[in-house]
């Protein structure tokens, strides 16, 4: 199957400084990627949208300079957390979709662990 | 948003019993999927069921789907201390783009 990767799997950073997260489907390109965030026990909260060549689309609430997404080819998506605080950490997920609208195909990283000291 | 809607949101058994999780949503959708999470850990894809689909198998995993009540569950049968989980029901609404709304999850804690 689709395979997504995230790196790193876990970053501790310290407060004021900015941190990427890569997220890359490794033998497909995807039109579409997804950035989600989940807090202990809760569900994913979809961050942003983010198609190849064009801006990001944020979720209401979601801070476009403080999260800052970077679709530059079809196979690559970065978040950066710029500024962190101890607020933004927190478990950071991207999905991809290689299919036109209605396909259902998602393929989920394996999640990022973020901790903001 | 959120718009699936789970029920329960724990749920503890024993081993070999089975275990059902509800989800329910608000708009029309294309399809609704079921995920599983292990403490964590990212997401592992379960089944994904159409809006044109009423049951699917896989498994030890069914799961229906009623458009009319919006709504749909997740049955796994003689279920095993490693399906101790949090699962999550994600609806494709219509014209959003693939884009998945995910409900708040059912946690699984199966006892052997």
């Known amino acids: 199957g689709a395979v997504v990767s995230q790196h790193p799997s876990r970053v501790i950073c310290k407060s004021g400084t900015s941190v990427k997260i890569e997220c890359r489907s490794l033998?497909?390109?995807?039109?579409?990627m997804f950035w989600y965030r989940q807090f202990p026990k809760k569900s994913l909260m979809l961050m942003a949208t983010?198609?190849?060549?064009?801006?990001?689309?944020?979720e209401q609430g979601v801070e476009k300079d403080k999260f800052l997404i970077n679709h530059a080819s079809l196979t690559l998506s970065t978040l950066t957390v710029t500024s962190a605080h101890p607020e933004d950490s927190s478990f950071y997920i991207c999905?991809?979709?290689?299919?036109?609208?209605?396909?259902?195909?998602?393929?989920f990283g394996p999640g990022t662990r973020l901790t903001v000291t | 948003s959120q718009q699936g809607e789970e029920d329960p949101q724990a749920l503890s058994i024993q081993e070999g019993e089975n275990a059902t999780m509800n989800c329910s949503y608000k708009?029309?959708?294309?399809?609704l999927q079921w995920y599983r999470q292990n403490s964590g850990r990212g997401l592992v894809h379960l089944i994904l069921?159409?809006?044109?689909?009423r049951e699917k198998h896989s498994g030890r995993l069914r799961v229906t789907l009623d458009t009319s009540k919006k709504s749909s569950s997740l049955l796994i049968t003689a279920s095993r201390a490693a399906d101790t989980a949090s699962y999550f029901c994600?609806?494709?609404?219509?014209?959003?783009?693939?884009?998945?709304?995910f409900g708040g999850g059912t946690r699984l804690m199966v006892k052997p």
């Open positions: 994600a609806t494709d609404a219509h014209n959003a783009g693939n884009m998945l709304t």
């Open positions: 069921i159409r809006s044109n689909e």
């Open positions: 708009t029309s959708i294309n399809n």
């Open positions: 983010s198609n190849e060549g064009s801006k990001a689309t944020y």
């Open positions: 033998d497909f390109q995807a039109t579409t």
């Open positions: 999905s991809a979709s290689p299919g036109t609208s209605g396909s259902g195909e998602q393929y």
